[in-house]
């Protein structure tokens, strides 16, 4: 429901709205322009655009921003001021529509976002999701950022350092993930405990305990 201040009554709008496309994203002196286009309304019209961001290895989505306009400015780190000044790394930011009503629309595809990562050494950000995991009924994902392209080698190894896994995927140059099914290499599901899972990048290692549950 929204109020119509001509008629002095209450109207419904169901209608969600709608985002037409994802947006995009340029580089400018100020930081990172995200931009999107308008969304279409109901006869409530538009509230705001709710601005929502989650880091590159993280899984939880947070809303920073509402706002009217049609884009939004992400400072790089080191300027100042700015509430959203970023560290070096990946981000992910959506945008939905909230029309008079209250109702929202479905977000829009997610923008990446890459902020210095130059600064960054040549891995950095690894964890693994969810961690615990029960190996009998899904995967754990890898998560890691890179400064560069560059190919990854992955390796698990148990407690007492005997390797029982190990694959390679080529990285892009920003946040990447992969997954381990919680099986050794010839295929068999590994016993549930604590695991050691070692990702290497251009000579450079990180590693992430991993616990698996049965």
Known sequence: YYSDIVSRRFIVDSFKPVMPAAGEVKDEAAGVKISWPDAVTGPSGLAYYAVEER?????VWTRISTTTALSLIIAKSGLSPSSLS????????RVS????????????APLSVNIDLGL??????VSAYPNPFDSRSRSVTLNFTLSRAAEVQ????????SRIRSFSLAGAAGA???????????????????YICVIKAAGIGETVKIGVIH
């Open 176 to 194: 990447n993930e992969t997954v381990w099914d919680g099986a050794d290499d010839s295929g068999r599901k590994v016993s549930k405990g604590m």
């Open 55 to 59: 880091s590159g290895t993280g899984p």
């Open 120 to 125: 960054l050494p040549a891995i950095s950000h």
């Open 97 to 108: 529509a909230v029309n008079n009503a209250g109702v929202a629309g479905e977000p829009t």
């Open 86 to 93: 970023r560290p070096p790394g990946t981000y992910f930011y």
């Open 154 to 161: 992955v390796s698990i190894y148990t407690v007492f350092g």
